[in-house]
Each structure stands twice: as structure tokens, then as C-alpha cells.
């Protein structure tokens, strides 16, 4: 079963531009990453009136959308937990999350002093570091949000 790490912090914080960074030297040292993002709300990919969509529409409970070098699936049965996901990465060596604050998974909380500089996660006992442009003294390492390659350097040796 592939590893997984929550990244988490208030809403524009550089979760996603931190994501977006870590995978490159991650994948530049050999593994195999992906990614599951948490949304609050309801979302469609699929284009009403598409081949694809209209299988869902007439009741598919499953669709897998197929071209060379992509697959996307649209399934129905989806829980609002992590491990009723983690089945479909089990080929991969981590799987990041942004997102899933409360779920008990290894976290790592992104603060920026511009949005608020007080940790959202300092008690949880599954915070395992923090990225941020503050100074914190907390009970976990704490990285600079450019500081990339250490975080790397971080998860590789703690998880990887």
C-alpha cells in the first residue's frame, strides 16, 4: 500500500503551488506520485451531452473515460474518507492530498503570515511538519515555502 501525506492550511495558503513543486524532485528521485484533491463542493469534469456523460446520465455507476496515455474514471460510490480512495493508487509509492484536514493521516500544514499566521493544526497529534514564511517554534520540523528540496529530503526519509 502507497504512502500518504495531507497537505493542509487555510484556504490560500499554497497548498497547491506547494504540491505543484514538491512532485518535480520528488519523481526527479525515482517515485511514483499521486495526488487527490479535497473539494467541498459538488463538481463535473465530464461535459453534459459527451458520449461519457451521457453513459453516467442513463445510470453507469462506474465510467472510464480511455485515450492513449489518459484515463479518467467517474464513479458514484465515492465516502468522504481517504482509505475508500487509497485502493486506486496502490501502483504509486505516495499519494499527496490537499485537503482532509481531519482525517488521523500524516499532515503537513502550509501557514503564510499574509492569510493568518497561527497554525490550524498545532495540537494534532498527526501533524508531522509545517511550511511556512513565519517564524514558529513548534514540536515538528518546520520548512521555508521555498524550501522544497528539504521537505523532499524530509518525506523521502521519513516515508519513502
Known amino acids: 500500500m502507497s504512502k500518504m501525506i495531507c497537505i493542509v492550511g487555510r484556504s490560500q495558503s499554497g497548498k497547491t503551488t506547494l504540491i505543484e513543486k514538491l512532485i518535480p524532485v520528488l519523481k526527479t528521485r525515482g517515485y511514483r506520485i499521486g495526488t487527490i484533491k479535497h473539494s467541498h463542493h459538488v463538481f463535473d469534469f465530464d461535459k453534459s451531452g ?59 500544514e502550509v501557514i503564510r503570515t499574509a492569510r493568518n499566521p497561527e497554525p490550524l493544526l498545532a495540537r494534532d497529534p498527526n501533524l508531522v511538519a509545517v511550511v511556512t514564511d513565519a517564524q514558529l517554534d513548534l514540536p515538528v520540523p518546520v520548512f521555508g515555502l521555498e524550501d522544497i528540496a528539504g521537505l523532499a529530503n524530509f518525506i523521502e526519509e521519513t516515508y519513502l
Do not use: C, Q
Open 50 to 108: 459527451k458520449d461519457s456523460w451521457r453513459h453516467k446520465d442513463a445510470g453507469a455507476e462506474t465510467v472510464i473515460i480511455a485515450s492513449p496515455g489518459k484515463i479518467a474514471m467517474v464513479k458514484n460510490d465515492h465516502h468522504e474518507n481517504l482509505d475508500d480512495l487509497h485502493k486506486f493508487f496502490d501502483d504509486l509509492d505516495l499519494v499527496i492530498t490537499e485537503g482532509y484536514k481531519n482525517e488521523s493521516k500524516p499532515k503537513i
